[in-house]
């Protein structure tokens, strides 16, 4: 349906539409254009009735193209596909929704109703993986169609692939954050972080794209999750030389000193708090001014898990 058109069809006829209600003395009226008044009218009519038809079915369609957000409609649509159910139905109705949702890739609505429809009609994971892969070329960032990517995955299993599809992804953009929480999605949930060596693969697959820009804190990130996962010290004290080694070669590097205070943090040695208190100081003082007070904060604390330490 075209938004903005009221709806004609006589199999409307038999309707009295039910106006909005905004009480006696609403505060602010909204002025709806007399289209969305119309198919609002009626939706409410057929609310009222319960009626779940082939033309409560298209009259949900109506109300969706004037706002995709009313989640009432979605969620009415959802039952009368149920009424309606065939595998015909479903199939059209997963058709219908790449469209809607292709218009409205940031609307939580069609995403969840798409997961719905898989339930009750599974389509091929490569299909479906390829139409989320399109949604991101547009958005890489999009948060609905990355959850409902790791829904898809874990509900069909199919997990060969996505480590290289993120490997794409990165190589295109070290910088995004998405790629790198979904290629540690799957690592844990296909536990293939379990021997030091998968560790260490994906170690070596971390500081193979730091070294593009070593500031940028998200293969840091990574790096620091891998470790705190496998709870690996071989693979901590491999972390930390290079962070040392970054150091060494970039006297501000912010990201490999957040990552040794984190590493100190863990390791609770006094020595290693000791450096983290250090690197505390410079980061609240000269490197990460901005964030002064939140380093100020994180100095106090590894001064104080030092002195418990030496206490002991």
Known sequence: ????????????????????????????????????EAVMGLFRAILVKGELSDRALRLTEQVISHNAANYTAWAYRRK???????????????????????????????WFHRRRCILRAPAASDEELHFIAECLEEDAKNYHAWGYRQWV????????????????LLADDCFNNSAWNQRFFVLRETGSLASPEDVRRELDFAMKLLAVDPSNASP????????EASEDEAA???LAARCQEH?????????????????????????????????????????????????????REMDLKANASSSK
């Open 1 to 36: 349906p075209t938004p903005g058109m009221a709806p004609t069809d006589e199999a409307f006829g038999d309707l009295e539409p039910v106006p909005q209600n905004d009480g006696q003395e609403p505060v602010v009226r909204i002025k709806y254009t007399p289209a969305f």
């Open 220 to 227: 840091w990130n990574y790096a620091l999750g891998l470790v």
């Open 236 to 238: 901590v004290a491999w």
């Open 153 to 168: 995955l874990k509900f069909f299993g199919h997990w060969d692939g996505e480590l290289d599809y993120t490997a794409r």
């Open 247 to 299: 150091l060494a070669q970039d006297k501000v590097c912010i990201p490999a000193a957040s990552t040794l205070v984190e590493l100190a943090d863990r390791s609770g040695k006094p020595g290693d708090l000791q450096e983290a208190m250090r690197f505390c100081t410079l980061l609240a003082t000269k490197w990460d001014p901005i964030r002064c007070k939140f380093w100020a904060a994180r100095g």
């Open 80 to 110: 009368c596909l149920e009424e309606l159910s065939t595998p015909e139905v479903w199939h059209d109705e997963l058709e219908w929704s790449a469209d809607i949702t292709r218009d409205n890739p940031k609307n939580y609505q069609v």
